[in-house]
């Protein structure tokens, strides 16, 4: 609000009131706002007459864009909006006059042009014509205001004004601008989110170490017999990063069992998204997808260009399979983590995977709770392959079996995308213990027939044809037809059947909160002597909080009859921690119970599980008794029970976990999770004393930073601020969002809070955040007139650094003539009013510049008292400068509009110091007087030969030219100036004027921004 007061004390707490107005929340707004509504009385007044209307801001809320703080003026409780401000925040097209005595330009499309007239008291807006009262427009120094009321009656756009929150909240039917370009940006950014290409400030690429060693698993499992047998089986992973790749080692070993090669995996893989010919390389246990049988590890070379990458097609496929009861299942596309479920009372567990461009390498991890078993993998097969259009994809594999008998093997396929609904791909595989073919040439094709229809076939000479049919109804029933064909004579895969018929239907059904999902399954083998005749209907779900699964099997082989049994388990989970878990198997054919089972669980100290199970096999007359304890540490996973199975005693201990390494930052730590293959980020936040970017000696380290993550586990160490990001999927780019808002000191900033990084894997990330400790400035902008000062708002305050002229920032003052700005890094500045903008109001500022220093701080540093004060030249021409021998005549009432053309000496060239403002056709008023040049660069040296600071002014082709500028320059200065030659290469020589001297390079830049050198 612009307010008169008397004495520098009222006038002082005003600006303090209405600076803490601008950052403070809405109520406190009201409140002050109000307040200095009702101070506005003779009391706070100068000898002139008080002002009809009272600025202030208000908030400016617009729906679909959000709010902003903006300039209005308020006359008898009627609120009018500043033109061009409303407008730029619409992003509506606007330019208003010099003196703001018209604001033109058009509103939304080119073809409807609007003018605002203020001379003539109107608005002409698609030829029509909008007469105005005379009080409908409130011109001030710095802005044109409308009455609210017009922007709906003209164009639309409706505003209603909240007195009591000072708020305007604007309604429109258009689509304005400002939305469309909101719109059109998130657009954009979905399809960059699509396509993997995010956004970043700080991007943290591919690192390619020679040697860089970082994860290990380990686990131990034991079994004694009271009397009897015992097995100890140890596992030890290593994960490290060899000659750039990522190299895998797994070591098992069982006393049962002799110490072989066949035992023991690893694998060094090369990986490279942005080669397109070669991504992957990879050498030693290689995983090879064949046709042909093979129980044995494969060891050899694997060259393709499938992306590691997970790239989302079109369309799922359903997976589902059986495991040990409330298990965690991890489903892995690609090695990329998709999702994970807990398997049921009865061990089912079901996953949607998502069909993927590409070969799909499907990959399973199964998490026992009791630790005993707690990992293995399984290798399943998505029947469907599909390619983006016209992309083309290999995989070449070669390698020897570890069969004892060293039986090569080798495969060679190829995919191409016909169009995003047809893939068609072909190869040979060779397998030498193979009798009936060793070479096994193939075709095979995926069509998507329509968005719910998939089909799926393969081919592969003297072996096996083969077709898979699914379709998906919208309410979401689903089913699927299986065919294989044999050859009789194929020896290449480890079966007798000459065709598999198989055929699925399955449905999920929703009532209230609970799902029970249903599937029915029949599967005939047809042998050479006979037929199999299998089937299993299942019902799986939560009902009220219980975990059912329900199972029936029948099996017929002609001529026998159907053998028919059942089971059922149910999940009970209890408010007291108790799981019981009861299951039973029926009998349909000796109709009774051949099996029960029934096992307790209830959680203690937190992290620790107490289990009990009972088993009743009644065929054979089994009874087995079972009671045991795990508990989860930190850094392992450890169990151990005791069995009684019959007259058996059983011990079972087992304990496993993961040691994590980073020689960079000496961080050695552990998990209960396997680490091996994932990767890690160590994020280390620093005060940035110097703003550089970059840490230096004595900075230290920074409390409190805050982020977020899409993925992983974060672990803080509260003694050195350090934090670490684990489990996350190698060959990944993840995003890092930081906080600005992450600390309580407010000079402690945030320059760039966007990180894309991508996850090596067996590494951690070393990311070191700069925060930036930055300095704050703050003074008042007055305006003089008759003798007397009041504080002038919507002022650009800029601030340029010394050594280079640039400008660092800039800031509009208040209502009262108060600025503030936070965010100058260290060194020395010289602060000045917006030449443009005083030249568009015929102002002039004094001082012109000043200069400011701001020191390093961890506290950040604060620079106060910078004052302006500004006067109009409508009323005081005798300011206005005149060059020699040039008389004007300056009207007294309105300045007159002269068009004027300036014609650039053919003498200068592109070498400038000081250039001429920007040349145009315009209207102007006569110039004003010499000010700052804001477009200008200050070349400031030390000149040893004169002990001091010179500016250079002028490059000259000429030494006749240079000789001129300087005598000019001379005149219109008073100070000394020279002229140097300058020999520049590819350039050519060059006359430079240069004046001076001056004490400190601040003096020259002051110096260089008071005149427009018009030499």
């Known amino acids: 609000m612009q307010l008169f007061v008397k004495n520098k004390k009222v006038e002082s707490c005003l600006s303090f009131t209405l600076n803490l107005q601008r950052q403070r929340a809405a109520g406190c707004r009201i409140a002050v706002s109000i307040l200095l509504l009702s101070l506005l009385s003779p009391l706070f007044s100068y000898a002139q007459k008080e002002p009809e209307y009272d600025e202030i801001s208000v908030s400016f809320n617009v729906e679909g864009i959000g709010i902003t703080e903006m300039p209005a003026v308020i006359r008898n409780e009627v609120v009018y909006l500043p033109i061009t401000d409303v407008f730029d925040f619409l992003k509506i097209k606007n330019n208003p006059s010099p003196g703001f005595e018209s604001v033109s330009g058009f509103f939304i499309n080119r073809q409807a042009t609007y003018l605002v007239d203020r001379v003539n008291h109107r608005i002409l807006y698609q030829k029509k014509v909008f007469t105005l009262n005379l009080d409908d427009l409130i011109r001030t120094e710095t802005n044109l205001y409308l009455k609210s009321d017009y922007f709906g009656e003209v164009f639309g756009l409706y505003c209603t004004f909240n007195f009591r929150s000072l708020s305007v909240t604007l309604k429109t039917k258009f689509e304005l601008p400002a939305i469309r370009e909101m719109r059109q940006e998130q657009m954009r950014k979905n399809i960059s989110h699509l396509k993997g290409e995010n956004k970043a400030d700080t991007v943290i690429g591919r690192d390619y170490p020679f040697f860089r060693f970082g994860m290990a698993d380990w686990s131990v499992n034991t079994i004694e017999q009271v009397q009897g047998w015992n097995d100890v089986r140890l596992n030890l992973g290593l994960g490290a990063t060899l000659a750039g790749g990522e190299t895998k080692v797994l070591i098992n070993y069982d006393n049962n069992e002799r110490f072989t090669q066949r035992q023991q995996y690893y694998l060094w893989r090369f990986v490279n998204n942005d080669n397109h010919a ?555 009013i917006d030449t443009a903008q005083l030249r568009r109001l015929y102002m002039t500022s004094s001082p012109i510049a000043l200069p400011v220093n701001i020191l390093q701080n961890k506290d950040g540093y604060v620079v106060d008292g910078l004052d302006f004060v500004l006067q109009s030249l409508k009323s005081d021409t005798s300011a206005l400068p005149e060059k020699v021998g040039e008389q004007r005549t300056v009207p007294a009432e309105k300045p007159q509009i002269v068009e004027e053309k300036v014609v650039l000496p053919q003498q200068v060239v592109e070498e400038k110091v000081v250039p001429p403002p920007q040349i145009v056709k315009e209207k102007v008023v006569p110039a004003p007087p010499p000010i700052i040049n804001t477009e200008g660069s200050c070349i400031v040296t030390y000149n040893e030969k004169r002990k001091g600071y010179v500016l250079q002014i002028s490059s000259c082709i000429t030494l006749k030219k240079a000789n001129s500028v300087a005598i000019k320059a001379n005149k219109i200065s008073g100070l000394k100036t020279f002229v140097e030659t300058a020999d520049i290469p590819s350039i050519g020589r060059r006359y430079r004027v240069f004046i001076g001297l001056f004490k400190t390079r601040e003096d020259a830049i002051v110096f260089c921004h008071q005149f427009d050198f018009d030499l």
């Open 278 to 832: 070669f991504r992957q390389i990879m050498a030693g246990t290689i995983s090879t997808q064949s046709i042909s049988s093979i129980y044995a590890p494969v060891v050899g070379a694997q060259l393709t260009n499938t992306p590691t990458t997970y790239r989302r097609s079109f369309g799922s496929y359903t997976l589902s399979d059986y495991t040990e009861p409330n298990w965690i299942v991890e489903l892995y596309v690609n090695n990329v983590l998709v999702d994970y479920v807990k398997s049921d009372a009865s061990g089912f567990f079901l996953f949607e995977v998502p069909l993927v461009y590409g070969n799909s390498d499907v990959k399973l991890r199964f998490y026992g709770p009791g630790g005993e078993e707690r990992m293995k993998l399984q290798n399943i097969t998505i029947p469907f392959n599909f390619l983006p259009q016209k992309e083309f994809e290999y995989t070449v594999s070669t390698g020897t079996v570890e069969d004892g008998s060293n039986n090569l093997f080798s495969r060679v396929n190829f995919n191409y995308g016909v169009d995003r609904h047809i893939t068609v791909g072909s190869g040979i595989e060779y397998f030498s213990s193979v009798t009936s073919g060793k070479s096994m040439p193939f075709l095979n094709t995926s069509l998507s027939l329509t968005s719910s229809l998939l089909f799926s076939g393969e081919y592969v000479y003297g072996v096996r044809s083969k077709g898979v049919l699914n379709y998906r109804f919208p309410s979401n029933l689903q089913f699927e037809i299986n065919y294989s064909k044999y050859d009789k004579d194929q020896r290449a895969i480890n079966t007798n059947f000459l065709e598999d018929r198989k055929a699925v239907i399955s449905m999920p059904f929703h009532f209230g909160n609970s799902t029970i999902y249903s599937r029915f399954t029949i599967n005939q083998l047809v042998l050479p002597a006979t037929k199999y005749i299998m089937s299993d209907l299942l019902l799986s779900g939560s009902i009220l909080g219980v975990s059912v699964n329900s199972s029936t099997y029948a099996l017929y082989t002609d001529p026998f009859p159907p053998y028919i049994y059942g089971n059922l388990s149910l999940s009970f989970r209890f408010p007291t921690g108790f799981v019981v878990t009861p299951q039973t198997q029926y009998d349909y054919n000796q109709k009774k119970v051949i099996f029960v089972k029934c096992e307790f669980e209830k959680q203690l100290f937190g992290h620790g599980y107490l289990d009990m199970i009972y088993e009743k096999d009644f065929i054979n007359n089994v009874n087995n008794y079972q009671i045991g304890l795990r508990y989860e540490f930190s850094f392992a996973q450890t169990s151990a029970s005791v069995r009684r199975d019959n007259n058996i005693t059983s011990f079972v201990q087992s304990a496993n976990g993961s040691l994590m390494f980073d020689g960079r930052t000496n961080y050695l730590g552990t998990d209960n999770r396997p680490s091996v293959g994932k990767g890690g980020i160590i994020i280390v936040p620093f005060l940035d004393l110097n703003c550089n970017g970059r840490r230096d000696k004595g900075e230290p380290k920074a409390y409190g930073l805050n982020f977020t993550i899409n993925d992983g586990r974060i672990e803080r160490d509260n003694r050195d601020t350090t934090i670490r990001i684990f489990d996350l999927e190698p060959y990944v780019t993840y995003t890092i969002e930081l906080d600005r808002n992450s600390f309580d000191n407010i000079s402690w900033q945030i320059k760039k809070s966007t990180i894309s990084v991508f996850i090596d894997p067996n590494q951690f990330k070393l990311i070191q955040i700069p925060i930036a400790v930055v300095g704050e400035v703050s003074g008042t902008v007055y305006l003089s007139e008759n003798n007397s000062k009041k504080g002038q708002g919507r002022i650009i305050v800029c601030f340029y650094r010394s050594d280079d002229s640039s400008l660092a920032a800039s800031t509009l003052t208040e209502a009262d003539g108060f600025f503030s700005f936070l965010g100058l890094a260290p060194g020395s500045y010289v602060a000045r």
